[in-house]
Nanobody, 125 residues
Framework: QVQLVESGGGSVQAGGSLRLFCAAS????????MGWFRQAPGKEREGVAV???????SYADSVKGRFTISQDNAKKNLYLQMNSLKPEDTAMYYC???????????????????WGQGTQVTVSS
């Protein structure tokens, strides 16, 4: 059983930065993909950034150039560096773990098996 615990959320002003952290534990088999997703009130959950076990990354257009996803060397923990934050980045952010799609890719829309409880990010103007 995989456990994912997010931290690092908070309240910042527009233009500020936050670094999210996801601690992964409790399993020996790992999916090849990990990612960050977010959901704002009244909106559907959307993919923010994903990373494959070989280091390949993919980002939503809305965060390209501002957010960076990374893993530690043991590939058990996940990070999201968020710079130049905007009010529209306000959401609950979730960490997820899962397999690649049938083509071996980690996509923002890939079905993920394990999810954390989320950490709130609030950006004020």
């Amino acid at each position: 059983q995989v456990q994912l615990v997010e931290s690092g959320g908070g309240s910042v002003q527009a233009g500020g930065s936050l670094r999210l952290f996801c601690a992964a534990s409790g399993h020996t088999y790992r999916g090849n993909c990990m990612g960050w997703f977010r959901q704002a009130p009244g909106k559907e959950r959307e993919g923010v950034a994903v990373i494959k076990s070989d280091g390949g990354t993919s980002y939503a257009d809305s965060v390209k150039g501002r957010f960076t996803i990374s893993q530690d060397n043991a590939k058990k923990n996940l990070y999201l560096q968020m710079n130049s934050l905007k009010p529209e980045d306000t959401a609950m952010y979730y960490c997820a773990d899962g397999p690649t799609d049938t083509a071996g890719r980690c996509l923002l829309t890939t079905a993920y098996d394990y999810w954390g409880q989320g950490t709130q990010v609030t950006v004020s103007s």
